[in-house]
């Protein structure tokens, strides 16, 4: 039998009964666009993360472009990412007609270095957006201190770090604007597509609120250019059931995390370590293969899935390579290398052994 890299089926099963009485309530209400759904989960989800505002919205990307544009980013502006966090946070940057310019990561956490960051600061430079990728918490600390000194605002990428901390302090209350996503496969997943922005300032808030609903105002003026992009009541009342649930999932993550540290010692794989001061959020469970080929041939002989995340790297991409101005060689060489093994709340009890056993061992 095949054991497929995610399934979102245990984890709502275990809360079938609540999840099927939130979307009765939804069926029963009648206010189906931002209404009380949304609005509690808001406020539910901002409690949990510790920030005063959360905007509710479409999806993770929505969410990031959102939050780019709340802090002053426009058209040719410049906005410093990384590559390896795929797609994503490279078009929520275009959206805006704004230019990413990628900065290489940390050969080993793999998320943004900033020892490359000062160097990457230029007269354009309107914005950092640093990515938690695979629940690793990126140095906030670091990364803020050299973009305050010029004014920079962070706008922190949070899609995979739902649960992670730095410092004992959550991502997502580390920058001026924190974007998270709600897609299925995330620590905290909807049943469908959602995403919000987490702040603590009242009036991006505001700003935020209005670029989600055409600019308007409380008459229904657009003030300014907005967008639609709404996360819906559906949506909203099944997260707050599953907002419940997040912490052990986040803890149930980090569990098959070390049984999968020690299950693969004598495997010839080498699992991406957290780095030190944080508490991983173990979105992804990513190894570093010297030949991916072949162990992915060997998980897919035994039936077990996997991923890579991610194979492209941005710059490599066909709409971004105007952008790639600069050698990566951390991020190049780690989209060649890294394998996410399966890792969600219920995996089967056997499943971290299967795959150990699966890969090929140490030679
Ligand atoms: C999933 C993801 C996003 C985008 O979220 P969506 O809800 O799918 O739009 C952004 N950044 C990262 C790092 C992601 O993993």
């Given at each position: 039998m095949t054991l497929p890299f995610f399934d979102p089926r245990p984890e709502n099963d275990r809360l079938r009964a609540r999840i099927e009485a939130a979307v009765r309530r939804v069926l029963d209400?009648?206010?189906?666009?931002?209404?009380p759904e949304v609005e509690a989960f808001e406020r539910e989800f901002a409690a949990w993360l510790g920030a005063r505002h959360g905007v509710g919205v479409n999806s993770g990307t929505d969410a990031l472009a959102l939050a780019l544009r709340a802090v002053g980013v426009g058209r040719d502006d410049e906005v410093l990412t990384v590559a390896n966090a795929g797609a994503p946070p490279v078009a929520a940057v275009r959206a805006l007609g704004a230019r990413p310019r990628f900065v290489d990561v940390d050969p080993a956490t793999l998320v943004l270095d900033p020892d490359r960051l000062a160097d990457a600061i230029g007269p354009r430079t309107r914005a950092v957006l640093p990515v938690h990728l695979y629940g690793q918490p990126a140095p906030l600390d670091a990364i803020r201190e050299l973009a305050d000194a010029r004014g920079l605002p962070v706008v922190e990428d949070c899609a995979q770090s739902h649960g992670a901390t730095l410092g004992g302090r959550p991502t997502g209350t580390l920058g001026r604007i924190a974007a998270f996503s709600f897609y299925p496969t995330k620590n905290l997943g909807a049943v469908g597509d959602g995403g919000l922005c987490a702040t603590d300032d009242d009036d991006l808030a505001a700003r935020l609120r209005r670029l989600r609903f055409y600019g308007f105002d409380d008459e229904r003026r657009a003030l300014e250019d907005g967008a639609n992009t709404r996360l819906d009541e559906l949506q909203a009342a099944i997260l707050r059931v599953k907002l419940t649930a997040l912490d052990a999932a986040v803890a149930e993550r980090q569990a098959l995390a070390a049984a999968y540290d020690e299950a693969l010692a004598d495997r010839d794989v080498i699992p991406v370590a957290p780095g030190a001061g944080c508490e991983h959020a173990r979105h992804l469970y990513v190894v570093r293969c010297r030949d991916r080929a072949a162990v992915t041939a060997a998980l897919d002989d035994a039936g077990v899935g996997w991923a890579v995340h991610y194979p492209v790297p941005a710059h490599r991409m066909p709409a971004y390579a105007p952008f790639a101005d600069e050698p990566l060689p951390v991020t190049e060489r780690a989209c060649d290398e890294v394998l996410s093994l399966p890792l969600h709340p219920g995996l089967p009890g056997d499943a971290v052994e299967r795959v150990a056993t699966a890969l090929p061992a140490r030679g």
């Open positions: 209400a009648p206010r189906l666009i931002l209404g």
